[in-house]
């Protein structure tokens, strides 16, 4: 399984900027890609985005495209999400972990693997 610990959310103005972190640690032989998921209060989690980690490739929920950019650094076992142009309707906790590599190279759909593990998470708050 695969361990995450995801932080650098925070408070910010709509229009503002975040970079949230996510570490992960042990076995990704089920799935070399990561995405980012976000949860609403009262809603189920989001796929907002993904990479896949062999090829580089990212995928975006059409809410987020062209205002975040997921990226991980080089071997490090660390992926990025940069936050640009924050809107009210982007706070939530997010997430992150592994995702289902078939469907997300199918038809870009982003979904947790299965037998993911979720971490504590980080929130994020975007006030207007």
């Known amino acids: 399984q695969v361990q995450v610990v995801e932080s650098g959310g925070g408070s910010v103005q709509a229009g503002g900027s975040l970079r949230l972190s996510c570490a992960f640690s042990?076995?990704?032989?089920?799935?070399?890609?990561m995405g980012w998921f976000r949860q609403v209060l009262g809603n189920g989690r989001e796929g907002v985005a993904a990479i896949d980690r062999g090829s580089g490739n990212t995928y975006y929920a059409d809410s987020v495209k062209g205002r975040f950019t997921i990226s991980q650094e080089g071997s490090e076992n660390t992926v990025y999400l940069q936050m640009n142009s924050l809107k009210p309707e982007d706070t939530g906790m997010y997430y992150c972990?592994?995702?289902?590599?078939?469907?997300?190279?199918?038809?870009?759909?982003?979904?947790?693997?299965?037998?993911?593990?979720w971490g504590q998470g980080t929130q994020v708050t975007v006030s207007s």
């Open positions: 972990t592994t995702v289902h590599e078939a469907a997300l190279q199918a038809i870009g759909m982003i979904t947790p693997s299965s037998g993911s593990t």
């Open positions: 042990g076995s990704t032989a089920t799935s070399k890609s």
